[in-house]
């Protein structure tokens, strides 16, 4: 029986009801042989409480005084779980992220982890403690001021943990039951994932699914270090994100062809019009947005109109990113050249996506026979390797999931599977 | 103009407003020239509201994680107030207890400070910061662990980080106007004090009077370091505490005969009845007492009388403590042999405190007189070079703190100075 970190969210510990269920669920993995390390986020509504009553005090809080700020949030709900656990008659310790060794770079409220030197815990837990460690903080390698590693920064904590302390699993329980083939809220029909690799699941996340962030799979695939992400409502076993597929009874998960369809109505779409086609001129759109501190996520050019000789770009952002971008092209529409702006909020974005796409042929045609069926117009087209995403109208987003879910096989009620015929991809 | 500590209590930061008030003052001394420290406690009722929490979770919380706990509340309280100050365009940085080297010995929830090593906060100042402190809060010598000083323990980070930064006062600003005369909710008429010495201060202090703690003003005398204590509502001048008069306009403050009346109704009184008065009893009683680690404050043993050879052993403590002493006392009757024990907690404490009593022979007299010609009937008289205390009823205790107010010519509209007549003190 080795070490396992376990991670619990905040709507797990909402209450001091909550916070005693959890106590119980940690004790038993103790007394199953376990040394435990829980991770643990900011009772419920809190930290967005603190952020209200920041604003009404400062409409631009600082970056250093903002991380102070919120990591009281999970001081508290860390220190109340170390009491209920001792109260159950097992040792615990709680420790802030400084505490725990989690050691960041400085830049505050999405700090990345740079080292963690997990020492005391190491300590507690040779000393028999249950070690309780306060999510999403650290502490700046420099400076030694208090960080935050951004919203869901508590899942990249317990992974990193888990990684330092060479972990056999990291449990990250939430509210939902896994990792589904879709939204649950949006497919009703959709199933949980048994099994996904690290691959899939990264693109899952960059792809609308919020069950986990990119960037937590991304540090468990980099050290290896086995997901299982699970309810901490119910005792089910739940969806296992690793790099080799795990046993379940006596036969291996199989891989499955469609790990599942993922969609994001977060995004807006740019598109900047009358581009003369000539070499540079989309290094001079990019740069733009780039030293703007923008992130994109998907571009597209068309193709030239041979009249004209000008062509359009469009690329989709974050619609909370989407002022600033127009504002940054619009400075530097002079040494950019272009005739004008479009900006669209009104889109959304579903992807499919699973590592079978590589080996089975069709897998496009039948997503795109899929939305035409459901009458889904395609604005934009993008794909990765293991994935395929369409920008749709917003208004279509559900019924385009649905109907890509079902036409994968992916329905709960569902046996048949596809066939996937066609030539290419 | 040198270098001020101020310190600001949970109710002059309960609210948004009150954080953005309290960051204008600061900013204010800051703009006068000072370099500025400020200490300050957890927003209004957020400490009460997390040891409700605790006690959801746990009957008995473990002591480590209660302070882990409690702390989150000047951390909230802390970093607002920084974000308020930069907010009016000012450099301010905030710092935990731990941040502020703060060190304590390891008794949780009463953790004493044992040296203060201020390095972050005096680099802070010279980069011309305000340095915003969270207060009670400090970190273990040995285990490094988060520890609270207990109760007004803020005002003691701030008398204390004024001793290491070798500050010119420490402000302790509250919800009223300084230190008064006696109780201004009982004596209408009590007056706030100009000047008062460590000494006087310290006997009112341990005789009820609230608006300093012991602690904080025997750690003031030590390192004789001014405190002014005022309020954070209006600009007035409040009360000065230190070990010479202070000058106001171009006169001395005159050390006043009697500095004020305290009273105190949150003692018990225990009564051990028919005890041998014999060498080694009372060792014996209090032998037992202080195993339990509790606090007593005035003892009185009766004459014994003759025919028996029984006397009586009557005692003060705090009311919370008085189960725990009766337990005590009846687990050891056998060994120190009494016939039996009275609990009384319908008891009051009045202090008449005042340095000039030891030059002002009759003031004795004069605080009895007034004591009884108010009808009040006196239990236990104890006394110090500065200070006599009696204990009566506590439905007596508001009638005589007037009475002997009155008498001793402090009440706010009356000039009259009392005569002093009598022989012997």
């Known amino acids: 029986m080795g070490l396992v970190v376990q991670k619990y969210g905040g709507s797990s510990v909402a209450d001091a009801e909550g916070i005693k269920r959890v106590a119980k669920r940690i004790v038993e993995a103790k007394q199953n042989g376990h040394q435990v390390v829980v991770v643990v986020s900011a009772m419920g509504d809190t930290t967005d409480e603190l952020i209200d009553l ?169 050290y290896n270090i086995p997901i299982h992400v699970r309810s901490s409502f119910s005792g089910l076993r739940g969806t296992w994100v690793s790099s080799e597929p795990i046993e379940q009874g006596d036969q291996k998960v199989e891989q499955a062809i469609i790990s599942g369809v993922a969609h994001d109505t977060s995004e807006a779409k740019v598109t900047v019009v009358g581009v003369p086609d000539k070499p540079g001129e989309a290094a001079a759109i990019f740069r733009a947005i780039s030293d703007a501190e923008i992130n994109i ?41 272009f005739e004008s702006l479009r900006y669209d909020d009104q889109i959304g974005k579903i992807s499919l996506v699973g590592a079978g796409m590589k080996t089975n042929p069709g897998v496009t045609a039948s997503f795109f026979e899929a939305l035409s069926d459901a009458g889904v117009n395609i604005e934009l087209i993008s794909t990765s390797e293991i994935r395929i995403s369409v920008v749709t109208r917003a208004d279509d987003v559900s019924e385009a999931v649905r109907a890509v879910h079902s036409a994968f096989g992916l329905d709960s009620d569902s046996d048949e599977a596809v066939v996937y015929g066609g030539t290419g991809r």
């Open 54 to 222: 920041a604003e009404k005090v400062s409409p631009m809080p600082a970056g250093r005084e903002f991380d102070m700020l919120l990591t009281a949030g999970e001081r508290i709900s860390m220190a109340l779980l170390a009491m209920a656990i001792k109260n159950l008659g097992h040792e615990a310790q709680s420790f802030t992220g400084s505490q725990a060794g989690v050691i960041t770079d400085s830049v505050h409220n999405k700090a990345r982890i740079i080292d963690v030197t997990p020492g005391r815990i190491r300590t507690a837990l040779d000393e028999g403690n249950i070690a309780i460690v306060a999510g999403f903080q650290g502490v700046s390698q420099d400076k030694k001021d208090i960080t935050t590693l951004g919203r869901g920064g508590s899942d990249t904590t317990a992974v990193a943990l888990a990684a330092a302390l060479d972990a056999e699993v990291c449990e990250i329980y939430t509210d939902v039951d896994g990792v589904f083939t879709a939204d649950p809220r949006v497919v009703k029909k959709a199933k949980k994932i048994d099994w996904i690799s690290f691959e899939d699941m990264l693109e899952l996340a960059a792809s609308g699914s919020k069950v986990l962030l990119h960037r937590c799979v991304e540090y468990a695939r980099r």
């Open 297 to 337: 996520d998907m571009i597209v050019q068309n193709v030239s109109a041979a009249s004209t000789g000008l062509t359009d770009i469009s690329f989709t952002l974050p619609k909370t990113e989407g002022r600033k971008a127009i504002d940054a092209l619009e400075r530097n529409k002079g040494g950019i050249g």
